[in-house]
């Protein structure tokens, strides 16, 4: 079972960050051209419902070749409530021939491929529509770009604020920009390309990831779709080894928890591993077919980058449950091939309609300092002891024990989602300067415990009954006044990394 890798080396605990998903309600406004966090093209027909117009005609990057009578097209950009994002003139941008207008947009100057327009943030989203096309030069190549950005925006792809909020991350995991979950992507030409019309398509293209990765001088951290067959990671490996910085490593993971049976990918990965024999059950196989497809997966990196020394190679489980991360590296000795096994170690409530010590009646009688009361004395003990189960692991394999996701878990389950009194409990909570001393703790257990690089989930995204997952809501947020964000940036700084900590 000894081997001699990576993994044998001394844990160096660092601070690594998820990064939000691409849509139009995205709040962190990570590019100065919004258009790229655009919705994909809205099909409107005069007298018809909202969204009801026929069927597009589309180009291969997604831009509109023709429109029906009494038809239009419109995309929607900055959803985003309470005026979280720049008010003021934004440029559009576009080749070929075609009519334009706005809603929550007043045009100040118009030329032939190129609209000023004001915005009012505060007014929530802008449309942009597409009134008439000339099919011989369709409108095509759209930019709009955010006040202030037009002279650079080709060089000034990612807005400074920004880039200057992740300055010293370890390493950033695109699971979420490249639309791991549920991906359709098989063969290399499915994959998302940097002249698409919105990069909410199909996620983020290879080479953006990689440029910002150059920018901020990290290391990348990239799943591969469950269903991208040979073709497509060894092309996507030559992209990344032709444009990332040299001192750049590369964290290479199958998908994104193949062990859990609320992603189709999951599903998916248990059927491929009963039809190879690997095991009766479904859940079974599926762990059998991650090690097994990770490891076809890691060589081809390897042969690609001529080795193994700029790659982390990763086998994913779950926290919860060391016996899964056990039967995961063991298969087919595929820790041999491994670097480190993944967890994400949660500072969990998730509170369900019923349940002895935690149920929803229960925690609807809650103040935040009960629920933090509960978070000290029974999550964060929880969360310790899964890392401390996993380390055991890990040990016993020769990987390193790492954190693909990590931060607080408080939401409502199976209807309690609903529960808007629990909801609010939750977001008071995450605001809450006891939040802080909480992460404070967790963070110095995950290094005192053995963990090496933790990604933090998530970067910035507004609160939901569905969770809240940013470490900040918005772009625009002062991080000074967030406990979380400051707990976590603090302890980056403590490590060594230069971040821009509160």
Not at 464 to 476: A, H, N, P
């Amino acid at each position: 079972m000894e081997k001699t890798a990576p993994g044998a080396e001394a844990p160096t605990p660092r601070l690594g960050m998820n990064l939000n998903g691409p849509a139009d309600w995205n709040t962190e406004l990570p590019f100065v051209d919004v258009s790229r966090l655009s919705r994909q093209w809205i099909s409107q027909q005069k007298g018809q419902p909202w969204g009801k117009g026929p069927a597009l005609a589309l180009d291969a990057n997604g831009y509109v070749t023709r429109l029906e009578p009494d038809c239009f097209a419109e995309t929607i950009m900055c959803t985003i409530s309470k005026g979280h994002y720049p008010s003021g003139d934004y440029t559009l941008l576009y080749d070929g021939d075609g009519q334009f207008d706005f809603n929550n947009g007043t045009v100040v100057t118009r030329e032939p491929g190129r609209i000023v327009f004001k915005v009012d943030a505060s007014k929530g989203a802008f449309y942009v529509r597409l009134k008439s096309v000339n099919p011989a030069n369709y409108p095509r190549n759209l930019r709009v770009i955010m006040p202030g950005f037009e002279k650079n925006y080709r060089e000034q792809i990612f807005h400074p604020v920004f880039l200057k909020r992740w300055e010293g991350v370890a390493c950033l995991r695109f699971m979420d920009w490249m639309e791991t979950n549920g991906s359709k992507q098989q063969h290399w030409e499915d994959r998302p390309k940097v002249e698409d019309a919105t990069w909410t398509r199909a996620g983020i293209p290879v080479e953006i990831m990689v440029e910002l990765c150059n920018r901020l001088q990290c290391d990348a951290w990239f799943c591969m779709p469950h269903l991208a067959d040979d073709g497509y990671v060894r092309e996507f490996a030559k992209v990344v080894k032709a444009r990332l910085h040299p001192k750049g490593r590369v964290y290479v993971e199958y998908s994104n928890e193949l062990w859990n049976g609320m992603f189709a990918q999951s599903r998916w990965a248990g059927e491929e591993g009963r039809k190879l024999g690997f095991a009766e059950k479904n859940w079974e196989a599926g762990w059998r077919f991650t090690a097994y497809r990770s490891v076809q997966i890691f060589k081809i990196w390897e042969e690609v980058f001529g080795g193994r020394e700029r790659l982390v190679r990763v086998l994913a489980s779950q926290a919860a449950n060391s016996y899964i991360s056990e039967r995961v590296v063991e298969w087919q000795d595929a820790y041999k091939n491994a670097d480190a096994l993944a967890i994400a170690p949660y500072i969990t409530c998730n509170v369900p309609k019923e349940g002895k010590s935690l149920n929803e009646a229960t925690v609807a009688g809650w103040t935040v300092d009960n629920l933090m009361d509960f978070l000290e004395t029974n999550s964060l003990p929880q969360s310790i002891r899964w890392i401390q189960n996993n380390k055991k692991v890990a040990d016993k394999y020769g990987l390193k024990l790492i954190a693909y996701e990590a931060g607080q878990h408080l939401v409502g389950v199976g209807g309690v989602e609903n529960n808007n009194a629990i909801t609010q409990l939750f977001h008071a909570a995450n605001r809450h300067p006891r939040m802080g001393n909480v992460y404070d703790k967790y963070y110095q257990a995950w290094a005192r415990e053995g963990g090496d690089l933790l990604c933090y989930f998530s970067s910035v995204g507004s609160w939901s009954k569905w969770g809240s997952w940013g470490i900040l809501e918005y772009f625009d947020d002062d991080p000074a006044k967030s406990p979380k964000f400051t707990s976590t940036m603090r302890w980056a700084k403590s490590l060594g990394q230069k971040v821009n900590a509160p």
